[in-house]
């Protein structure tokens, strides 16, 4: 009779382990099929969009500030998953590309920071960014033009302003009305 | 007399070995002086390498960000491998542009920037004010295989960066004319930094 118990109980236990396990995986599985049905119903266009070298225009940019720039779009562009491929300037695979976008990037202000400045006296001496950011159609049609800032205030080297540059860019893109699926048809402007 | 003749014999032939101890001390101070220079940077006959320890901050093949590791020129290619990893390579044919710069970074990392931080009475501004150092910046521009740009940016100790850029351009990379505004741009940085 006790055997019957604690046989009982253990296969209690097991089914309650089995049932943990199994719904996490499940979970995940149902939100992938929600999110891939889309709105309407009908599956959306996704675009791809290649990444232009940095224009510095007339400011003393250091040629290391424009290639951190370009380098750390592609990757946050990539991390944003918003496009369904993100190629670089010159790639040949992106003529072949149906639905292609450029991002352009134009420097409209630089000030350069001193990392000593900002460990010693924390007010001063951060790095400041300021770009033009525009998504052109393979036609120059403007889908999305922003001015995005990007920083570095406390701690890091001056090259993170690059980063936090970029980080921006693709969170503006994001974040946009033009949400990188269906007919670029509206120009949005304005500044993060 | 035998004795004499022995300890005269004998004295000659030490007289010499008195001297040794002090060329010795003098080839392993020089030996000493010039070890750190080898460990910097170690070249070899004119086809083989030219290697140094560098930062690789963002954009080198597959290399990890961030990452410290040898920095090398050879034969055909140029090749960064960090300890006990398997190096990225890209052929110096693909590199298109070779860019120079200078900075000037706190040293230490975040331990230390934690450490200056938790200093009483401003302690660890004082330290900042010293705690930095110069570096030379390397930037490449280079293309892969399906001619995408790419950019890689390294930091090395101060004065090693003209040698690797200078061994690419012998083994013939071709700066363009963006490389005297650069130098000269970054050259500006420096001295902002150093104010």
Redesign the interface.
């Known amino acids: 009779m006790k055997t019957n118990k604690c046989n009982l109980s253990i296969a209690c236990l097991i089914s309650l382990v089995a049932i943990i396990l199994a719904l996490p995986g499940q979970l995940p599985g149902q939100t992938g099929t929600a999110k891939s049905s889309g709105g309407n119903g009908t599956p959306a266009t996704r675009w791809s969009v290649q990444v232009d070298q940095v224009d510095a225009g007339n400011l003393d940019l250091a040629y290391s500030f424009q290639i951190a720039i370009y380098e750390n779009l592609v990757v946050e562009l990539k991390t944003t998953k918003q496009f369904q491929q993100v190629f670089r300037e010159g790639d040949r695979k992106a003529s072949e590309a149906p639905n292609l976008l450029v991002l352009k990037t134009t420097v409209e202000k630089y000030i350069p920071g001193s990392e000593t400045k900002r460990a010693v006296t924390t007010v001063s001496g951060a790095t400041k960014l300021t770009v033009r950011s525009q998504l052109l159609t393979r036609e120059g049609n403007v889908v999305l033009e922003r001015t995005v800032n990007g920083e570095v205030r406390l701690f890091g080297s001056n090259l993170r302003a690059t980063h936090n540059l970029a980080h921006n860019i693709a969170k503006t893109i994001k974040q946009s009305s033009w949400s990188g699926s269906g007919q670029p048809t509206a120009i949005l402007t304005g500044q993060l | 007399m035998d004795r004499f003749v022995v300890s005269r014999s004998h004295s000659e032939a030490y007289q010499p070995d008195r001297r040794h101890p002090l060329w010795l001390s003098i080839v392993l101070i020089c030996c000493s002086l010039a070890a750190p220079a080898q460990q910097i940077t170690q070249r070899g006959n004119s086809s083989a390498s030219l290697s140094t320890q560098a930062i690789h901050?963002?954009?080198f093949a597959n290399a990890k960000n961030n990452s410290t590791g040898t920095l090398s020129v050879q034969y055909d290619s140029l090749q960064f491998q960090q300890n006990g990893k398997p190096g990225a390579i890209v052929k110096i044919a693909l590199v298109r542009d070779v860019?120079l710069?200078a900075?000037?970074?706190?040293v230490g990392g975040l331990p230390m920037?934690l450490g200056?931080t938790a200093a009483p009475f401003g302690g660890?501004?004082v330290v900042?004010?010293f705690a930095?150092k110069k570096y030379d910046?390397l930037?490449l521009?280079y293309?892969?295989a399906?001619?995408?740009?790419?950019?890689?940016?390294f930091q090395l100790t101060e004065g090693q960066g003209e040698l690797v850029r200078n061994e690419l351009i012998a083994r013939g990379v071709i700066v363009g004319s963006?490389q005297d505004q650069?130098t000269k741009?970054?050259a500006?940085?420096a001295t902002?930094?150093n104010?």
């Open positions: 901050l963002l954009g860019f710069g900075e000037s970074k706190q920037t200056k660890g501004r900042s004010l930095h910046t930037t521009e293309v892969d399906d001619e995408g740009i790419h950019g890689a940016i963006r650069s741009e970054s500006a940085e902002h930094e104010k």
